[in-house]
């Protein structure tokens, strides 16, 4: 599978229109709580893109089959290349920024281009959905999606599906040595030692 390809240039903050986001107040919706789906209450304007299984993206070049992860900031899709006949991981950003959390720290999984998409499904398990419903029974369209599709149960999938090697992702808080930012946004906690050297803790008062 190729390495993850960020579609967040024209996705991820819909609907966008000005005269949308100031004139129309998105539905509420039924609570419910789940680890392997984000939150529903985050498909407003400027947050999650609705995404629905078999949806075609970037001009219908990526064919949507499986849900991979999801993050405060973005979701991960495991897609069909049309046009180069591989997978595809395309992650669909909400924000121009993100932050280093454990969840950046990936498994690498092995080539699995040779394999037919019924092979994929066999290997990953059926996506699981759940339709999202709002309080006052109106669509959740255009901000939410009909229904949202777990994530991988990655505990479940056969270990030789994984390479012994781990990918790190997302360096929106990088930056040069000779001209560090005069903020932090990464969490401390999470923070290398020669970051939190550029941005020492404040002393508790």
């Given at each position: 599978?190729?390495t993850?390809?960020?579609?967040?240039?024209?996705?991820?903050?819909?609907?966008?229109?000005?005269?949308?986001e100031?004139?129309?107040?998105?539905?509420?919706?039924?609570?419910?709580?789940s680890?392997?789906?984000?939150?529903t209450?985050?498909?407003?304007?400027g947050?999650?893109?609705?995404?629905?299984?078999?949806?075609?993206?970037?001009?219908?070049?990526?064919?949507?089959?499986?849900?991979l992860?999801?993050g405060?900031?973005a979701?991960?899709w495991?897609?069909?290349?049309?046009?180069?006949?591989?997978?595809v991981?395309?992650?669909?950003?909400?924000?121009?920024?993100?932050?280093?959390?454990?969840?950046?720290?990936?498994?690498?999984?092995?080539?699995?281009?040779?394999?037919?998409?019924?092979e994929?499904?066999?290997e990953?398990?059926?996506?699981?959905?759940?339709?999202?419903?709002?309080?006052?029974?109106?669509?959740p369209?255009?901000?939410a999606?009909?229904?949202?599709v777990?994530?991988?149960?990655w505990?479940?999938?056969?270990?030789?599906?994984?390479?012994?090697?781990?990918?790190?992702?997302?360096?929106?808080?990088s930056?040069e040595?000779?001209?560090?930012?005069?903020?932090?946004?990464?969490?401390?906690?999470?923070?290398?030692?020669e970051l939190?050297?550029?941005?020492?803790?404040?002393?508790?008062?």
């Amino acid at each position: 599978m190729e390495t993850t390809e960020d579609y967040s240039e024209n996705v991820g903050r819909s609907p966008s229109s000005n005269s949308l986001e100031h004139s129309w107040v998105p539905p509420s919706y039924k609570i419910r709580f789940s680890d392997d789906m984000e939150d529903t209450e985050d498909y407003i304007v400027g947050g999650f893109h609705p995404v629905h299984l078999g949806d075609l993206l970037y001009h219908g070049q990526y064919g949507v089959m499986h849900k991979l992860g999801h993050g405060g900031l973005a979701t991960v899709w495991l897609c069909r290349d049309l046009q180069m006949s591989n997978y595809v991981a395309v992650k669909i950003m909400i924000a121009d920024e993100s932050h280093f959390r454990p969840a950046n720290i990936l498994l690498q999984v092995t080539n699995i281009d040779h394999l037919s998409e019924d092979e994929v499904m066999e290997e990953l398990g059926e996506p699981l959905l759940e339709y999202v419903e709002t309080t006052s029974g109106e669509d959740p369209a255009p901000t939410a999606p009909e229904y949202q599709v777990a994530t991988v149960a990655w505990h479940k999938v056969n270990r030789q599906l994984f390479k012994d090697q781990i990918a790190i992702v997302d360096f929106g808080e990088s930056f040069e040595t000779s001209g560090p930012p005069k903020g932090l946004a990464t969490p401390s906690a999470y923070c290398a030692p020669e970051l939190l050297m550029y941005f020492p803790r404040r002393p508790i008062a």
